[in-house]
């Protein structure tokens, strides 16, 4: 019976020490002091967009409420990591305040910008489907 309680108890552990996919967040700032997370409800669209370079990235249309301002600002001079559903997918360096309501990111993996578009537009964090 021990065993038994040992074992249940190890498996409560395991689950509350996880955290589950339904709560990373959709987007988030990662600098080296905090962290600024993008209030998915405030999505208007994500779409993969060629960059300047040529490239794809990925921009992100918020709600005009939206406001990174602050935090970037008290970030200026440090790379971030930009993350979607726990997926480093961007670092860049933040040059200076980024205000306004929309987020332009070249990306790691370039290819990857459909994906991510589609994964900021389903507003939510899932699985990957097994094939």
Known sequence: MLKSVLHGATLLI???ATPAKADTP???YEFPKESFVFPI???IE???IPMTS???????TFA????QGPVTARNVGTKAIVRICGEDVSRP?????ISGSTVMLPLDNPDDAPRLA???NARKCTEPSSS
Do not use: N
């Not at 360096?93 to 305040?97: K, T, V, Y």
């Open 118 to 120: 589609a994964t900021l």
């Open 93 to 97: 360096l933040i040059l200076s305040e």
């Open 26 to 28: 959709v987007l988030v």
């Open 64 to 67: 005009p409420e939206l406001s």
């Open 41 to 43: 409800d405030l999505l």
């Open 54 to 60: 040529g490239e794809q990235g990925l921009v992100a």
């Open 14 to 16: 395991i689950s509350l």
């Open 46 to 48: 994500a779409k993969a």
